[in-house]
């Protein structure tokens, strides 16, 4: 996305005051503010004639009353002779009318004092939840954003970053890797977003320089006004384009608050991998303005492009949707760790114990113990508890959500099908094998009670018995304190990315 003329500048004091950007001019003056169109054409924006021009000012003006409705006064028109009429042909140009903000209330300004905004970031995630609740939606504005859409516009910025050589080959190279490698698993995600409304005409350009906190509530200024298909986007991408910028200013906390409330507010249960998906593209939009000016010359723009490239990449990274196997013989305790590792991870936890009861039609504290492959322990109910296991996986998975399985995991054929099951929506794999001596497994399985798992010491021996080599899984020891295994488990999943 192209940078644009921004709203009022940050210059403190004096009555009179003007900033000049590639595509306009803001002129302070007093308590007003007007900015003037250039007679540019730079492909992205045409403002090359007066009546482009006059269109253009009219449409801002009429956007950003959505947000800031006493801030945007008006269209003035500039007479080309003093003292001449008002008619049509005797305009000059045209300014749009502002109310002059205070610029030592920008909410950039105060983040970067270090002032406490919580209370102002919870009222901007309520105003743009309200903002996106009643924005226009349809069929047109969500062609905008359905995973093709989205790719699209990725690639876009790829083959313009690219020949610029600003960044290092391999940061930009890992950043288009696990972005497309996201995208091709998760149209059903993507389809689901737009079904449920969340599609809308947004502002598209939410960034902290242009909000001011005042005492009776935030004004958010200077939407994208220039082309309506930037703006056609998920509200959550629309919203995670101030989460970056807050985290960029290094406000990380309130960059978490403004998302977590703003998925209160909109009512939003999306995936902590689409946020972290957003983030990171509107953290390369940004990378891609700097590459461009670093290119023109700008001495600075070479470590911004970097910047905001590496807060991509972290976010690519932590967002990637992940399948954890947590398997194990009976007492080793991976239950308990897959649980530990399902809350750690905001993951989705599918314990085979239940499912197999649930394929069976009891209640999973209704026993059903039985010998060794026999009952809903035969290999034919096994292998359909399996099955269902990995089609919940897959659909979730294409969903954005992280998933943890729960089971045994002892037959190397189950653990190929949950790998083959990644790989076709585009997932990491994590396999943690639960491990303790026999004596203390025993010990567990005699003392349990109420459990969801019928399995009794000759079970357990059986299943030791036949189970497959697992080399490829980290071992977790379960003797200790169960935060000693999800430690172990926290230092096999770093690798894949945390936030």
Not at 54 to 69: I, K, S
Not at 369 to 388: D, K, L, M, Q, V
Request: charged share 30%; with cysteine.
């Amino acid at each position: 996305m192209p940078d644009h003329e921004g709203g009022p500048p940050a210059e403190a004091g004096g009555f009179a005051a003007v900033h000049e950007t590639h595509i306009g001019v803001v002129f302070l003056v007093g308590d007003r503010a007007y900015k003037l169109k250039k007679p540019v054409d730079l492909g992205f924006v045409d403002f090359s004639t007066p009546e482009r021009r006059r269109a253009a000012c009219h449409r801002e003006v009429e956007l950003n009353r959505r947000l800031a409705p006493d801030v945007y006064l008006g269209v003035a028109e500039v007479s080309g002779v003093p003292g001449a009429s008002t008619a049509d042909d005797d305009v000059a140009d045209y300014l749009v009318v502002m109310r002059r903000m205070p610029p030592e209330r920008r909410l950039s300004t105060l983040v970067e004092s270090g002032v406490d905004t919580s209370d102002t970031i919870d009222r901007l995630a309520r105003m743009v939840a309200a903002f996106h609740a009643a924005a226009d939606r349809g069929p047109e504005i969500a062609a905008d954003a359905t995973r093709d859409a989205i790719r699209q516009r990725w690639r876009d910025s790829f083959a313009q970053v690219h020949p610029l050589g600003v960044l290092e080959s391999g940061l930009a190279a890992e950043i288009e890797r696990l972005t497309l490698d996201f995208l091709a698993g998760r149209e059903p995600l993507f389809d689901r977003r737009i079904a449920e409304g969340r599609v809308v005409d947004g502002h598209g350009d939410l960034l902290a320089g242009d909000i001011f906190c005042l005492e009776d509530g935030p004004r958010v200024l200077d939407c994208l006004e220039f082309d309506d298909r930037l703006r056609r986007l998920d509200g959550l991408d629309d919203i995670a384009f101030l989460a970056m910028d807050l985290e960029r200013l290094g406000a990380q906390g309130f960059a978490r608050r403004l998302l977590e409330r703003y998925a209160e507010f909109a009512g939003d249960p999306a995936p902590a991998a689409l946020r972290h998906h957003y983030v990171a593209y509107r953290a390369f939009v940004r990378a891609k303005v700097s590459c461009l000016r670093a290119a023109q010359g700008d001495t600075g723009s070479a470590g911004q492009a970097r910047d905001y490239a590496e807060l991509a990449l972290r976010h690519l990274r932590a967002g990637r949707p992940r399948l954890v196997i947590v398997g194990g013989l009976p007492g080793t305790g991976k239950s308990t760790l897959a649980g530990l590792v399902a809350d750690e991870l905001g993951a989705v936890l599918i314990s085979s114990d239940r499912l197999r009861k649930e394929l069976a039609g009891v209640s999973p504290h209704d026993s059903r113990a039985a010998e060794y492959g026999a009952g809903i322990y035969s290999r034919a109910h096994t292998e359909h508890t399996y099955a269902e296991l990995l089609r919940r996986a897959e659909e979730l998975l294409s969903l954005g959500e992280t998933v943890v399985l729960d089971a045994s995991w002892i037959r190397a054929a189950d653990r190929q099908a949950a790998t083959e099951t990644a790989a076709r929506v585009h997932s990491e794999v994590v396999s943690l094998r639960c491990a303790a001596p026999a004596e203390v497994t025993a010990q567990r399985i005699r003392e349990r009670y109420g459990d969801v798992s019928d399995a009794d010491p000759r079970v357990a021996a059986a299943m030791a018995a036949e189970a497959d080599p697992w080399p490829d899984a980290t071992e977790i020891p379960t003797t200790g304190a169960p935060s000693e295994a999800l430690a172990h488990a926290r230092a096999a999943l770093a690798p894949f990315g945390t936030e």
